[in-house]
């Protein structure tokens, strides 16, 4: 993971697993604790990002790895549910129209 090293080394001053991620559930950065707890995610394609969704949904270790494999994914997945109008950015918008009316 290219994280920045102030970053890197705010991460790892918090004691319990801690992780940076985006609205992709690409995982961007761990502190030490957080990279050993999830070590399937850590291995991702070469030139992937380590990702969550991927994981969750894709890997079978993820079954292992939450115990409660049903409550674990409702998160991941509603991260991807399509948002009402008014919620939605300027570049959400975009994007969707993008998506559905390509040119």
């Known amino acids: 993971m290219d994280a ?3 970053l890197l080394w705010v991460l790892d ?3 319990p697993p801690a992780i940076i991620r985006n609205g992709r ?3 961007l950065a761990t502190n030490h604790l957080a990279g ?3 070590p ?3 291995d991702s394609q070469p030139g992937d990002a380590p990702n969550f969704a991927r994981y969750t949904f894709l890997d079978d270790d ?3 790895f939450y115990p409660d494999w049903d ?3 409702t ?3 509603t991260s991807f549910a399509p948002k009402p109008a008014a919620t939605r950015t300027t570049s959400h918008a975009r994007l969707d129209r993008r998506i559905i009316h390509p040119q």
Do not use: E, K, Q
């Open 4 to 6: 920045p090293p102030a």
């Open 13 to 15: 001053g918090i004691a």
């Open 25 to 27: 559930m690409d995982l």
């Open 36 to 38: 050993r707890c999830t």
């Open 40 to 42: 399937r995610c850590n």
């Open 62 to 64: 993820s079954h292992r």
């Open 71 to 73: 409550t674990a994914r």
């Open 75 to 77: 998160p991941v997945w």
